[in-house]
C-alpha cells in the first residue's frame, strides 16, 4: 500500500514556475515507477512524465518536454515536478502516481494516485 500527498500548487503568472512535491508513505517507494499527469477543466487526465524507481530515466510528453522536470529523493521517499516556462493551459489540477511497473504515455491501470493539486497559472 502507497499513500501519495500532493503539495505545491497555486496561482503563478505565465512564464513563471512552480515545484510540485509528491510525498508517499510505506517502505517500498524506491520500487516503484512514479509518474505526473494532469486534468484540466472539461479533458481527460494527461501523462506528463515519469520516473524510474533509481531515477535514473525520465520520460516526458512532448506538451511538457523541455519545461517540466520530473526528480526523486528517495531518502525522503518523494518524487517533484519542476515547472518553468508555466503557460496559461498548464492550468489543471495535478496527480502523482505510483506503480510498480514503468509507464510511458499511459494511465497505469493499477497505479496509487494522490488527491491532486490545483496549479492556475493567470495574470
Known amino acids: 500500500q502507497v499513500q501519495l500527498v500532493e503539495s505545491g500548487g497555486g496561482l503563478v503568472q505565465p512564464g513563471g514556475s512552480l515545484r510540485l512535491s509528491c510525498a508517499a508513505s510505506g517502505r517500498t517507494f524506491s520500487s516503484y515507477a512514479m509518474g505526473w499527469f494532469r486534468r484540466a477543466p472539461g479533458k481527460e487526465r494527461e501523462f506528463l512524465a515519469v520516473i524510474n524507481w533509481s531515477g535514473g530515466s525520465t520520460y516526458y510528453a512532448d506538451s511538457v518536454r523541455g519545461r517540466f522536470a520530473i526528480s526523486r529523493d528517495n531518502t525522503k521517499n518523494t518524487v517533484y515536478l519542476q515547472m518553468n516556462s508555466l503557460k496559461p493551459e498548464d492550468t489543471a489540477v495535478y496527480y502523482c502516481?505510483?506503480?510498480?511497473?514503468?509507464?510511458?504515455?499511459?494511465?497505469?491501470?493499477?497505479?496509487?494516485w494522490g488527491q491532486g493539486t490545483q496549479v492556475t497559472v493567470s495574470s
Open positions: 502516481a505510483a506503480d510498480p511497473l514503468i509507464f510511458v504515455g499511459e494511465i497505469p491501470p493499477n497505479a496509487y
